[in-house]
């Protein structure tokens, strides 16, 4: 009974521009939405810029080009692995313990709680996440890192944070626990 994933998932893009070289790879895709969905009738332009170099980078911009005001979130949610190891013996270090409580159909309720651990670096071990985080004290860029003692190797992952900025962080440890 709501549009958790919106949309636009499922809407071809173009792509604008790719280029590659030895140095990195820049792709960037196009959507023009004409506002023709009944449910969503505020037409934009929307570009999703890619940046593969010594590490990547992912931005959005969005254009209303309707008359009236848009509502309108964004948001992106990849699935790392390190290797063939399971979540369960990654350490996690997360960049806010502080959540947003959802009600039974996962909307959130205005409230905030906490989540004991993973402020500094902790084993996932059982611990199942299906969590929002709120990063609003942390303008800038908030860190979320995983690593594997394994293999002596990690993923830290910035956003940016503050005003106009992404200050939520959703985690999520899917069922099969591979990522």
Known sequence: NHALHGFWGN?????KTEQANENGAVLSLVYDYEGDYEGYPFPFN???FFYLCSGFEMRFRVENTGDASM?????????FRLGQEPA??????????ITLELDDRKIPTGKT????????????GKT???????????P????TE????????GLRVWQETGIDKYNYLQVYTPYTRKS
């Open 11 to 15: 809407r071809a893009m173009t792509v």
């Open 46 to 48: 929307a570009e999703i």
């Open 140 to 143: 800038g860029r908030a860190v």
């Open 113 to 124: 709680g906490k989540l004991d651990g993973f402020d500094t670096r902790q084993i996932i």
């Open 88 to 97: 369960d013996n990654l350490e996690l270090k997360l960049p806010s313990t």
């Open 128 to 138: 199942d996440l299906d969590t929002a985080f709120v990063l609003e004290n942390q």
């Open 146 to 153: 995983l690593y594997s003692k394994t293999k002596q190797n």
């Open 71 to 79: 509502p309108f979130g964004c948001g992106w949610h990849p699935y």
